[in-house]
């Protein structure tokens, strides 16, 4: 099993989660997060003084798949979340050793 991190622009959130369910990928877990990359911020003006703002509000997305499912996973949610400007994000890939659900008991891939 692979745990899928997408770190995406917060509008492009319902695109992701439809283009995922599509493949019978039923849940995921969102975070409101901020940080910046090679957008590095943006200056904004407020009542007259010119500030920056360091880090951009973004999204994390995480998503346990099974191996099998991985290379669909990630080509729906960056076929969803690009849109071709900078900040669109990243997603990162790490491994799964054990998946237990809680309610059941169940181990391994059954308890996704």
Known sequence: ???IEAI???FKLDDVK?????????????????GFG???????LYRGAEYVV????KLK??????????NSAIEAIEG????????DGKIFVLPVEET????????????L
Request: proline content about 3%; aromatic content about 2%; hydrophobic content about 35%.
């Open 1 to 3: 099993m692979k745990k």
């Open 8 to 10: 995406i622009k917060p």
């Open 18 to 34: 439809e283009a995922v369910t599509k493949l019978g990928i039923h849940g995921m877990s969102v975070t409101e997060i901020k």
């Open 38 to 44: 090679r957008q590095k911020g943006h200056t904004e």
């Open 54 to 57: 360091d880090f951009i509000p």
């Open 61 to 70: 997305i995480e998503i346990v798949v099974k191996d099998d499912m991985l």
């Open 80 to 87: 969803a979340a690009k849109t071709g400007k900078i900040g």
């Open 100 to 111: 237990i659900r809680i309610r059941t008991g169940e181990r391994g891939e059954s308890a």
